[in-house]
């Protein structure tokens, strides 16, 4: 039976809790299927991932040698597809961390292997025999979709939801067989002068447990410090919606949404935010939602399971004086 590929970024010095989740799903799909899980480990050069890929349940990690800067989406895409040409069963399926690298890769990937693309995908439903069932959650899951790929279908690339999936148990006496493949230096058009990564004392916002986000209700840049201080008492990664961004209050890296990023954590505290159908569709799958706006009508409070209707600036220094309190 056909492989099942997991993308796996392995650029940071610990893999991120995504990469178990997606291969948890991929484990899901092989043992349905009768097949083995490669992760394809990039960005990553020396392979010091290639154990813990291992252990959450690799039977192959293809580790991908470039030289420089982290590999571009369109190298990533085309590395993936030129593999998929040289093996001797294309895989069955591709799963990438949805995100604005899998946004720009995934389509270009499908488009070359002439493949189904499903994005955002929330679970994967499998049965042994059966084409597996990709789930989605369009119009920030007021739908449920369930897709098959029609009959025949070689290959299929799937974007994946962060912490939509279990993450994949890990196993620390299993072992994989590592290859090593070059990137595909055809793809390597442009020319990266330099690579800055920004750094932080927080969490990163799509990997946060609590996020605490500001809108168009903060008035302006300033009123981001409100946000900021409230994110330092809970240790908390800090989001923003659309026209915070578009305002120029915030760089976009902080974007939750639709065009942004997409966040599922245990808390999501919205400050200000109106809710627009657009914001929704990045952080509909927090556990639990507090949303603080002064407009009793706001859309926000629809998605909320806890709302307080007052100034953000007035609730927000009430909220933590009483969290000090109980320190």
């Given at each position: 039976m056909a492989d099942m590929w997991v993308g796996v970024n392995g650029a940071e010095e610990a893999l991120r809790q995504v990469n178990a989740e997606l291969m948890g799903a991929a484990r899901q799909l092989a043992d349905a299927a009768g097949a083995s899980v490669t992760a394809v480990l990039y960005n990553d050069a020396t392979g010091r991932h290639a154990d813990a890929l291992a252990a959450l349940g690799a039977d192959r990690v293809a580790v991908v040698e470039a030289e420089g800067a982290p590999l571009p989406?369109?190298?990533?895409?085309?590395?993936?597809a030129r593999m998929a040409a040289d093996a001797a069963e294309p895989p069955a399926v591709v799963?990438?961390?949805?995100?604005?690298?899998?946004?720009?890769?995934?389509?270009?990937?499908?488009?070359?292997?002439?493949?189904?693309?499903?994005?955002?995908?929330?679970?994967?439903?499998?049965?042994?025999?059966?084409?597996?069932?990709?789930?989605?959650?369009?119009?920030?899951?007021?739908?449920?979709?369930?897709?098959?790929?029609?009959?025949?279908?070689?290959?299929?690339?799937?974007?994946v939801r962060r912490a939509a999936m279990p993450a994949?148990?890990?196993?620390?006496?299993?072992?994989?067989?590592?290859?090593?493949?070059?990137?595909?230096?055809?793809?390597?058009?442009?020319?990266?002068?330099?690579?800055?990564?920004?750094?932080?004392?927080?969490?990163?916002?799509?990997?946060?447990?609590?996020?605490?986000?500001?809108?168009?209700?903060?008035?302006?840049?300033?009123?981001?410090a409100v946000i900021e201080s409230l994110a330092d008492k809970l240790g908390a990664a800090i989001g923003a919606s659309r026209p915070?961004?578009?305002?120029?209050?915030?760089?976009?890296?902080?974007?939750?949404?639709?065009?942004?990023?997409?966040?599922?954590?245990?808390?999501?505290?919205?400050?200000?935010i109106s809710g627009s159908i657009q914001h929704a569709a990045g952080m509909a799958a927090s556990k639990c939602v507090v949303a603080i706006n002064k407009d009793p009508e706001a859309e926000i409070f629809a998605l909320a399971d806890y709302g307080i209707v007052a100034?953000?600036?007035?609730?927000?220094?009430?909220?933590?004086?009483?969290?000090?309190s109980r320190a």
């Open positions: 989406p369109e190298t990533l895409a085309r590395t993936l799963l990438l961390a949805d995100g604005a690298e899998a946004r720009a890769a995934a389509p270009a990937l499908a488009q070359t292997l002439g493949a189904p693309l499903f994005s955002d995908v929330v679970a994967v439903e499998a049965a042994a025999g059966a084409a597996p069932v990709f789930v989605r959650e369009p119009y920030t899951a007021k739908v449920v979709e369930r897709a098959q790929a029609a009959p025949g279908t070689a290959t299929v690339v799937a974007t994949a148990a890990a196993d620390v006496v299993r072992t994989a067989e590592v290859v090593r493949v070059p990137a595909d230096s055809a793809a390597l058009a442009r020319a990266i002068a330099e690579v800055v990564r920004a750094t932080s004392g927080r969490v990163d916002l799509t990997e946060a447990d609590i996020v605490v986000s500001g809108g168009r209700g903060l008035g302006g840049p300033e009123g981001f915070a961004v578009d305002g120029g209050w915030i760089d976009i890296q902080y974007q939750v949404g639709q065009t942004g990023k997409t966040v599922a954590p245990t808390l999501y505290i919205a400050c200000g100034d953000l600036f007035e609730a927000v220094p009430l909220l933590e004086a009483e969290l000090a």
